[in-house]
């Protein structure tokens, strides 16, 4: 079953490898992997998208936990919780294509913020599916180029994850 | 007003840091990265350099100090093949749980990165076989990087911990300040176990019908061997040592029941297939010792206790775990245990020892004693009555190894010194070399064999110029023993370059180290020549002894095979169910 899991950590050079080391050497799955500094700028915030059974999940939170950099563990499904992640995506826009693109941003609620004589450049965020769903929608032939950010989640309510 | 501090240069600190951290040996071998902290250590003598001849024999001898003090072992290297060099001995700890500080030389900083002469990526070669590293970049953080290190290797699950510092950083100053304390928020290991945990736990294990305690090398990194034999003794449970756990609980205790595992004894793993309950101190369910998972005690509750919470339901599932230092939670255990109502159930129990007295009955380590030609057991047995059971014990990997565990039984913990995760050859002699180093006045021997002995035997050397005494068996039949057992059972005896040629002569070899060298060849003088080696005090003694080539370790549980379907011997090669 896929997990989101929300780490804090040291904002330590090699703090990533040491998360990412760990689970390319126990073969454990990656789906996606985030980081970037909380506001706190001696902290990190990693968000892991991974997979597995439920014993191969408890394994990873606590191998994760045995790092000397890592502050916090927590596996968002056992959460009410927000996932998101970011698209840019760049499509050729000429014509008659130009009027069906722009719809089809609108219906997605994602943002035209590049236009050049040939192409758009759209920002969307959403879930992973919805993602999935606007890259289905299109022609193949219409996709230049796809960046995705990977996941990031939180928790719903009140209640916080910190350090 | 504050008493102002000094200001020292890099490896001025690195000096001063292991005098305040109470170091006596550091284990080392100079090079260009280094050379300013080899130049402080000329200057002073608050810290012993043991000059060894191969980086891997640092680590090694470290680690066997380490093991036989419970203190951390001490190694510095220089940078790039150093480094490396240093690697095997590193993971070798590291598979153990051996508190090490290993310290890197590196490039100066403005370098690290260009490719530069001997530079290698330290922290990234390491970082998968240490608990932690650390590379210092700037003379300030060095002091407390120093201090975080020994904390981190020798806390909770102990570990080697690598500091790699760049060359220019030895050559800064700074004010220096040795912190006394160190608190990491993102690292703080449990000591005491969940009291609702240890209840549970205490009330099944009373509840036991065929119990069978299980404790392994945990007991030993945490000092806990008296009280483990106070809760064994107090429930008169059947006993099992892993190989790492030797020496925990007396083996000469009659509530032993031997190793278990592949070379198990036959009653240890009947014992654990056959058990209702299974009480799990400190012991990590290593597939040397579980076999296949799937018949792994199919009728227990299992409650397991470790410091460490991944390695608690890891490979097995487990009723009750404990996350603790076995220490604190056998105390715990004990105190439960003494004023509670119930007690064992003295019926079962009587029952369960008698099917223990006869499955040990059908004595599986027996070996052939009326040949002429010399076997291995009986050298390791002689040695076992000759030093009355009390000599510190080292080893390498393979037969020879699992001879040592089965025919020396160990009554104290930290006397017995091998690689058991990693299984390292080359690691005995280093090891042995620590030990004596920490212990002059007590008997040391390296129970070897041909093949592992020469990995490492450059380090003779360093036996004699640092004068430690210690005593070698080489138990030599001319195969990688292990090897060629595996070759013979499960490769139709294709003994494919497992056969050791052109061997060198090994008491010439020990003598051209300045050493004793003895050749045995007959079993009636197995037991001269080893009193006549341990009556030499003050050499170190290598022995030859030519032994029976084909001579198996037995019993054994093939790989992927469940606990009851050990083989006891060729000649009948019966599996036993």
């Known amino acids: ?163 | 007003m504050a008493k102002k501090k000094e200001i020292l240069r890099g490896a001025e600190i690195f000096c001063r840091a292991l005098k305040d951290e109470g170091i006596k040996h550091l284990f080392g071998y100079p090079g260009g990265a280094v050379l300013h902290i080899y130049d402080e250590l000329y200057k002073q003598d608050a810290v012993e350099h043991i000059l060894v001849r191969h980086e891997q024999g640092a680590t090694h001898a470290a680690d066997g100090y380490a093991r036989a003090t419970g203190k951390p072992g001490v190694v510095l290297v220089t940078s790039g093949p150093g480094a490396t060099n240093a690697v095997t001995g590193i993971a070798t700890a590291f598979m153990d749980s051996i508190p090490l500080v290993v310290f890197t030389g590196q490039v100066s900083t403005h370098m690290i990165g260009n490719d530069a002469f001997q530079e290698v990526d330290c922290i990234g070669i390491t970082r998968p076989c240490v608990k932690h590293n650390f590379l210092v970049k700037d003379v300030k953080d060095l002091a407390e990087t120093i201090k975080k290190a020994f904390y981190v290797a020798t806390s909770g699950r102990p570990g080697p911990v690598v500091v790699d510092i760049p060359k220019d950083v030895t050559a800064d100053s700074c004010e220096y300040d040795y912190p006394k304390n160190i608190d990491l928020r993102s690292y703080r290991p449990v000591v005491k176990g969940h009291p609702g945990q240890i209840k549970k736990a205490a009330k099944l294990i009373l509840s036991a019908k065929k119990p069978m305690i299980y404790s392994g090398g945990g007991v030993i990194l945490s000092e806990a061997s008296k009280e483990l034999t106070e809760f064994s003794r107090l429930l008169g449970y059947p006993i099992t040592n892993t190989l790492m756990g030797l020496g925990a609980f007396p083996a000469t205790d009659k509530q032993f029941v031997g190793m278990l595992g592949m070379h198990g004894t036959y009653e240890a793993n009947m014992g654990m297939h056959h058990c209702d309950v299974l009480i799990a101190i400190g012991a990590r369910f290593d597939d040397r010792v579980t076999g296949d998972l799937e018949k792994f005690c199919p009728y227990a509750k299992i409650i397991q206790i470790d410091v460490d919470p991944s390695s608690i339901a890891k490979n097995v599932p487990v009723d009750v775990p404990i996350v603790g230092d076995v220490k604190h939670v056998l105390t715990d255990l004990i105190s439960i245990l003494k004023t509670e109502k119930d007690k064992p159930d003295a019926k079962a129990l009587k029952e369960w020892w008698k099917q223990m007295h006869d499955w040990k009955a059908l004595d599986c380590l027996k070996f052939d004693r009326t040949t002429d030609v010399i076997k291995p057991q009986y050298v390791v047995e002689k040695l076992w009555e000759l030093t009355k059971g009390d000599a510190y014990v080292t080893s390498d990997v393979g037969q020879h190894q699992m001879w040592a565990a089965q025919f020396y039984p160990f009554d104290k913990p930290n006397r017995w010194i091998n690689s058991g995760g990693l299984g390292t050859m080359g690691f005995g002699l280093p090891a042995a070399m620590g030990v004596k180093l920490a212990f002059p006045d007590e008997t040391v021997a390296c129970i070897s064999g041909e093949a592992s002995l020469v990995m490492c035997i450059q380090e003779l050397s360093t036996c004699l110029q640092y004068n430690t005494p210690i005593k070698i068996l080489s138990l030599n039949n001319r195969y990688m023993g292990m090897v060629r057992q595996w070759q013979e059972f499960f490769y139709s005896s294709r003994y494919s370059h497992s056969y050791m040629e052109a061997l060198p002569d090994f008491v010439k070899m020990a003598e051209s180290y300045g050493h004793v060298g003895m050749r045995i060849e007959k079993s009636s003088d197995v037991e001269g020549a080893i009193k006549e080696a341990l009556a030499l005090k003050d050499r170190t003694v290598l022995m030859d002894f030519v032994t029976d080539q084909t001579e198996n370790v037995y019993p054994m549980i093939a790989a992927g095979k469940g606990h009851h379907e050990m083989h006891l011997s060729s000649d009948t090669d019966r599996e036993l169910a």
Do not use: C, W
């Open chain 1, 1 to 163: 079953m896929r997990h989101i899991l929300s780490l804090l950590m040291e904002n330590e050079a090699g703090a990533l490898s040491r998360v990412s080391g760990l689970f390319s050497a126990r073969a454990y799955n990656i789906e996606s992997l985030t980081v970037a500094p909380t506001e706190d700028p001696t902290v990190s915030r990693m968000t892991v998208v991974t997979s597995g059974s439920e014993q191969i999940i408890e394994q990873i939170g606590k191998q994760l936990n045995k790092l000397v950099d890592v502050i916090k563990v927590v596996d968002l499904n056992e959460y009410r919780h927000i996932e998101r992640e970011l698209m840019l995506i760049k499509l050729t826009a000429q014509k008659e294509f130009r009027d069906e693109a722009k719809r089809m941003v609108e219906i997605f609620r994602g943002r035209i913020i590049d236009v050049t004589e040939n192409t758009y450049t759209i920002e969307m965020t959403g879930t992973g599916e919805k993602l999935d769903a606007f890259i289905e929608a299109l022609d193949d032939s219409m996709i230049l180029e796809v960046v995705r950010s990977g996941v990031s989640g939180i928790s719903r309510g009140d209640k916080a994850i910190q350090s």
